[in-house]
C-alpha cells in the first residue's frame, strides 16, 4: 500500500503535509531480501489506479519479482497515514484506507497459488489475514500442512485496528501454530493473548520449529527445537541484544529483522548470527523516516555480525551507518 508520511510531528488533525512512501509488511520484507542478494517475489493485488503504478514500479526497483501482482481495475490501491511517534506510545496515530481495496480482495479464487508457493520459504503477516474473509481463508490454506511447501514463516504483527471483530487474536493464534518459524513481539504477545514472557509464548505455540520473540530495543531470542517449554525440553534457546541505535523512526523495523533473520536462515548461519542480521537489517530502517531502505551490503553486515560479544555491545549505529559500509566495500575493491 502507500503510505503517506508527516512532514513534522504532531496529531494527523494538526500536520498540514505528508510525504508519499510505500509499505507493507510482505513487500517490505521482499525488497529487503532482494536487496540483500536474495530472489524474493511478491504476489499481491492492487488498483490499476497511479498509487498502484507508483508501488509496482518501487518494489521491481528494488529487484522483487512483481510478475504474480495482479492489477484489480474495480478497487483502489490500499493507502494510510500515520503519525511520526513510535508506535508504542500513546502519541502515535495511524489511519487505514484499505477496506474494499484491491488487497483486501484477495482469495483462493484469485491469487497465483502456484507462484506464491514456488520460493524457499514463504513470508506471512497477520496484517493480511484481518484484511477480509477471503484473505483470512487464503492464509488457512497457505500455512495447512502438506508436503513439499515451504518454509513457512509468519509475522504476527497484530494489528487491532484492522481486525473487524474480536476474532483477530484467536485467528492470529490458529495460523502461528501452523507456520514453521514464527515471529512475535513480547508486547504483541501480552496484548493480543495475554501471554507474558518467552517460556509462555512457547507454551502457546508448541508447533513451530522456531518462535522469534522481540523485545524492542532490548533484544531478541530465538526458540529453536520448540516442545512447548516445558522445563525438562530439548532445545535451544538464544538470546541477542539490538544495538544502540540513534532513531528516526520505529515504523517498518519489524519487517526488516524478519528480512535480516530470514537472510540468515536462507544462508544457513548460526541463530546468533542470524537475530544479529535481523538487528542490523532493523537498525537500517530505524535511522530513516520511511518503513523502507535499503539494506547494509552484505560484507559489511557479515563483518559486523561476526564481531565479539564485547565489541558487539559497545556497537553504535546512526543515520547513514549502511552507506558508510558501501563506501568501505568500494574503497575495498581492486
Known amino acids: 500500500m502507500v503510505t503517506f508520511l508527516p512532514s513534522r510531528p504532531g496529531r494527523l488533525a494538526e500536520v498540514p503535509s505528508f510525504d508519499r512512501a510505500i509499505g507493507g509488511a510482505e513487500s517490505n520484507v521482499a525488497c529487503a531480501l532482494a536487496a540483500f542478494g536474495h530472489a524474493a517475489r511478491w504476489v499481491s493485488r492492487i488498483g490499476t489506479d497511479g498509487f498502484g503504478d507508483h508501488l509496482v514500479a518501487c518494489i521491481a526497483g528494488h529487484g522483487v519479482d512483481v510478475s504474480a501482482v495482479v492489477r484489480d481495475p474495480r478497487r483502489p490501491t490500499g493507502v494510510y497515514f500515520r503519525t ?32 506464491v508457493r514456488a520460493g524457499r520459504v514463504l513470508h506471512l503477516s497477520g496484517i493480511t489475514a484481518a484484511l477480509s474473509d477471503g484473505c483470512r481463508e487464503l ?12 518454509l513457512i514463516s509468519f509475522d504476527v504483527n497484530h494489528r487491532p485496528e484492522l481486525w473487524r471483530d474480536a476474532d483477530g487474536p484467536r485467528a492470529l493464534l490458529e495460523l502461528a501454530r501452523r507456520a514453521d518459524i514464527v515471529f512475535v513481539g513480547d508486547d504483541e504477545a501480552r496484548q493480543a493473548w495475554g501471554l507474558h514472557g518467552g517460556r509462555e509464548i512457547l507454551r502457546a505455540l508448541p508447533e513451530p520449529e522456531m518462535v522469534v520473540v522481540k523485545q524492542g530495543g532490548g533484544g531478541a531470542t530465538a526458540f529453536h527445537g520448540n516442545t512447548g517449554g516445558t522445563e525438562d525440553a530439548e532445545g535451544t534457546a538464544v538470546s541477542v541484544r539490538a544495538p544502540e541505535v540513534d532513531i528516526v523512526s520505529h515504523a517498518g523495523a519489524g519487517d526488516a529483522f524478519a528480512a535480516g533473520f530470514l537472510s540468515g536462515t536462507l544462508r544457513g548461519l548460526p541463530l546468533r548470527d542470524r537475530l544479529r542480521h535481523g538487528h542490523l537489517m532493523a537498525a537500517a530502517v530505524l535511522t530513516v523516516p520511511g518503513d523502507l531502505t535499503g539494506p547494509p551490503c552484505r560484507g559489511h553486515a557479515d563483518r559486523l555480525a561476526a564481531l565479539d560479544d564485547t565489541a558487539w555491545g559497545r556497537l553504535r549505529l546512526g543515520p547513514g551507518w549502511t552507506q558508510a559500509g558501501t563506501a568501505e566495500e568500494e574503497a575495498n575493491t581492486p
Open 84 to 115: 511520526a511517534a513510535d508506535r508504542a506510545t500513546g502519541a502515535y496515530e495511524v489511519a487505514y484506507y484499505r477496506a474494499g481495496s484491491a488487497a483486501s480482495a484477495m482469495s483462493l479464487q484469485n491469487v497465483d497459488l502456484p507462484a
Open 139 to 150: 492464509l488457512c490454506e497457505l500455512t495447512a500442512p502438506r508436503p513439499g511447501r515451504p
